[in-house]
């Protein structure tokens, strides 16, 4: 996410801080409102929820075997709910259906209820929305098409439009396929963000201002495989100094009126020197 200096360093597909809203509609219109004349930044949290990785999948949703890895995601999804209760400015965007469909079914109808107004008000919102997020290098087109439509099956009729996911989202796969960004395309997505990408071909991405580019997929299908799609700016880690939870070191984003001043300062300055 990326574009730099005069729009948000996490562009596309977000949300919150620092400006008043409160929408009832999901869709990019449940942005909460910008200033024209300042560099408005969206924060939106996100998961990336291995569906199975150095723990089995069962054990990442229940919390088992946290000696292996610190990991239990049905509580990720439980606090966000809880944190979504506290205030109408909040966001979240959760991907892998494979957790949210699990979590969904234990879910007394009193909090679905809740988790359906959140989505519908474009609060709670679901990219990729696959039932994974899956490899691109050695799947065969027809498991990627299978696996995306059963979590969109599933968004699709718990949630209606507005679980639809818009955002194609892809920032685990080591290296990223035409074909996939064809698949994407003719899905419907309205852009596709990835991570990862060759450390030379990033830095010449930044200096040139083409971290965001319109991706042809397959030129045989005459436009219907062109997607917008983006290179994250640091990987999938947080941009500069907005790494403040358990793994980094930066200060914490203060809310006070005092400090947002300082906080876009710093912003502006090292989105700037970094891509001067
Ligand atoms: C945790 O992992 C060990 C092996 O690493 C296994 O024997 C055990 O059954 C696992 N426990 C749970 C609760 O999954
Ligand atoms: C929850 O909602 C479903 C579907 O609307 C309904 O069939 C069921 O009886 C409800 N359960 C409770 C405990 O109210
Ligand atoms: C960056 O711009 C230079 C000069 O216009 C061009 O030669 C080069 O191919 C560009 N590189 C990328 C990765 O866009």
Redesign the pocket.
């Known amino acids: 996410m990326t574009k730099l200096c005069s729009v948000p360093v996490i562009s596309v597909l977000l949300v919150v801080l620092l400006l008043p809203l409160v929408n009832s509609e999901c869709g990019y219109q449940s942005c909460n409102p910008t200033k024209p004349d300042r560099l408005n930044v969206h924060i939106v949290p996100h998961t990336h929820d291995d569906v199975g990785w150095l723990k089995t999948v069962d054990q990442y949703f229940y919390g088992a075997n946290n000696s292996i890895q610190h990991a239990g995601v049905q509580y990720i999804i439980d606090s966000v709910v809880a944190e979504l209760d506290k205030d109408p400015k909040r966001r979240f965007i959760y991907v892998e259906m494979a957790f949210f469909e699990r979590w969904w079914r234990e879910q007394d109808n009193n909090t679905r209820a809740k988790v359906k107004s959140y989505v519908d008000a474009g609060r709670l919102e679901f990219i990729n929305g696959g039932w994974s997020m899956n490899d691109e290098a050695c799947t065969h087109y027809n498991s990627i098409i299978d696996q995306m439509t059963l979590g969109h099956r599933f968004l699709k009729d718990t949630f209606g439009k507005c679980g639809i996911p818009k955002i194609a989202w892809h920032i685990d796969p080591f290296g990223h396929s035409r074909e996939q960004a064809s698949l994407f395309a003719q899905m419907g997505f309205d852009a596709f963000y990835f991570a990862r990408i060759s450390h030379n ?1 990033r830095q ?2 930044r ?2 201002k ?1 971290m965001e580019m319109i991706w042809n997929g397959d030129p045989s299908q005459g436009g219907k495989a062109s997607l917008m799609t983006g290179a994250l700016y640091k990987h999938y880690d947080p941009p500069p100094a907005f790494c403040f939870d358990q793994n980094c070191n930066d200060s914490p984003i203060q809310v006070h009126l005092q400090f947002h001043i300082i906080v876009m300062h710093l912003i502006h300055l090292t989105c700037c020197k970094s891509l001067a």
């Open positions: 071909n010449l991405r200096i040139n083409t």
